[in-house]
């Protein structure tokens, strides 16, 4: 009698090489003799994300959420000043704003692309409104072009949120450089990645000399090091938001090979659609929707169920057969903090009813073919028996 081997187990994330990883960081020790900050490999990493993406100044930082904090410091924010984002993100989005003395005013997002409604934005400003903060959900892109011209109109900066959009574009355009500022993430739950580690993309040039002195420590120690000076000193507010090279090193072979990653990820991504879609069909999921004008990067592959109690069973169906699927962001408006520190503007009926009803599903680097048509065939049978 012939006995089957157990299926193995598919993760919803796995960390990943994709080659000179660990010789870089060996390169780095042995070769540089520099791990500490702003070293060969950071500046490797700086130029490539200046030349591919097109924005005029790219700074290393410790984590999208450290990215996120030196855009709000140079949002130059005064207590009670008010920025605008969606309620539908991490918490960082946030939490780097109130750290400046600022209100989060929390709006609705589209029930298409779960990005912040565009159309909610002006009702929402007042006064004191200061930013606007576009998140760019599962990698695909906000409606930029509405956004920047509600931003000009007012005189309000944009700092986008592409924690999730690295290589993603709107138009042709990379997500994180139409906005004045734009924030990446290099975590290992990202698509290109570094363990932990992020980056800002100064786009508007008038922010550059501050933002190298900021992520110093608030040390003017970057002029000093190009000869403008002939030493550094205390000039700025600041702290030590810049990475190890170590990190960069690890980074910079992830990067040299980004194109490759997001390919896999968007076959993957595509796969996953073709597999699920007759369930889109059938109306008991929503899938993830896709515009012409943007290009994603299969970061998020997840599925709208039809209620909480739905995504809950099928969370559980999947596990019991050795799939992990999860749920995203509990609204920040509904939140401890959020309730404590931010305010809301208008009905958030659609957030509220989409983070009830997400669902997301494995998709990684190193994940198969045969892996995306396992998952898909349980999430399948699943509605067999639960139409």
Known sequence: ??????KPNIPFNKPFFVGKELYNITQAVMADGHISGDGRFTRLCHTWLQEKLGCPGALLTMSGTAALEMAAILCDLQPGDEVIMPSFTFVSTANAFVLRGAVPVF???????????????????????????????????????????????????????????????????????????????????????????????VNDPVFMERAEIIRDKGTNRSRFFRGEVDKYSWVDIGSSFLPSDLIAAFLYAQLEQGRQIIDQRSRLFARYTVQLEPLARSGVIQLPHQDTACSGNGHIFYLITRSMADRTRLIEYLKERGVYAVFHYVPL?????????????????????????????????????????RVAELVTAFYRVNR
């Not at 009698?1 to 157990?6: D, Q, S, Y």
């Not at 002006?122 to 930013?131: F, G, N, V």
């Open 1 to 6: 009698m012939k006995l089957e081997c157990p």
């Open 333 to 373: 408006h509904s939140s401890e903090a959020g309730l404590k520190y931010g305010r809301v503007s208008g009905e958030m009926t659609v957030t509220d009813t989409m983070s009830d009803r997400l669902l997301r599903l494995p998709l990684y680097y190193e994940m198969t073919e045969d892996d995306v048509d």
């Open 107 to 201: 709006i609705d997002i589209r029930p298409d692309t779960l990005n912040l409604d565009e159309s909610l934005i002006e009702p929402a400003i007042t006064t004191r409104t200061k930013a606007i903060v576009p998140v760019h959900y599962a990698g695909f892109a906000c409606a930029m072009d509405e956004i920047l011209q509600i931003a000009a109109q007012h005189g309000l900066l944009v700092v986008e949120d592409a924690a999730h959009a690295m290589l993603s574009t709107y138009h042709g355009q990379y997500l994180g450089t139409l906005g004045h500022l734009g924030c990446l993430s290099f975590h290992e739950t990202k698509n290109i990645i570094s363990g932990e580690g992020g980056a800002l993309l």
